[in-house]
């Protein structure tokens, strides 16, 4: 669809007609007629092309304007015009995108990767922690029934009672040792 079957289809309402009060049917028959004149001057160009270009030369008086009309506000002429128009229209622009977007996406990929790693260490020390936290716990209760054990039956003894003391003095030690060395870290 060229650009002046664009212009007309949005302009005119359901029953064909264009909206009363508006200068859209003169622009259009001027358009057309504009379309003649570049049909005698350069038969060999399709219709479209002739239609586009009549469209381009009505709307901006032969003139590129310097924000092109309905492309949004970031667009310069030379975007749609001129070299860089020309290059992206051929698809160089887009290979140029896709490089910067992949050098993005690598550094992210990087960064992750070492997020990860750290993680991983991270994750090491604390499985450790756990399996150590574990080891105090079944001492500690093992420690812990016997001696309530031998309070119930009354076969406690200070000596018992002072190795239960000492077990857990050293697990004591232990954890303090490992927290201190963890803050250290």
């Known amino acids: 669809?060229?650009?002046?079957?664009?212009?007309?289809?949005?302009?005119?309402?359901?029953?064909?007609?264009?909206?009363?009060?508006?200068?859209?049917?003169?622009?259009?028959?001027?358009?057309?007629?504009?379309?003649?004149?570049l049909r005698t001057v350069d038969p060999s160009k399709s219709e479209q092309e002739l239609e586009n270009a009549a469209f381009e030369d009505t709307m901006h008086g032969g003139k590129i304007p310097e924000r092109p009309v309905g492309y949004g506000l970031g667009v310069r002429k030379s975007d749609v015009y001129g070299v860089h128009g020309v290059l992206r229209k051929k698809g160089y622009g887009k290979v140029r995108e896709r490089t910067v977007v992949m050098e993005s996406v690598k550094e992210e990929v990087s960064a992750l990767s070492k997020k990860n790693e750290k993680l991983e260490k991270e994750n090491e020390k604390l499985q450790a922690q756990v399996k150590e936290n574990n080891f105090l716990l079944t001492t500690f209760i093992g420690q812990f029934s016997q001696f309530v054990g031998q309070v119930r039956t009354g076969t406690a003894s200070t000596e018992a009672l002072s190795l239960a003391q000492q077990v857990l003095g050293m697990a004591h030690q232990r954890v303090v040792q490992r927290d201190k060395g963890a803050t250290k870290e």
Do not use: C, N
């Not at 060229?2 to 309402?13: E, F, I």
């Not at 508006?22 to 259009?28: K, L, R, S």
């Open 1 to 37: 669809m060229s650009l002046l079957a664009l212009w007309v289809k949005s302009h005119r309402g359901k029953d064909g007609t264009f909206l009363p009060g508006t200068v859209t049917e003169d622009f259009v028959d001027d358009a057309k007629a504009k379309m003649e004149t």
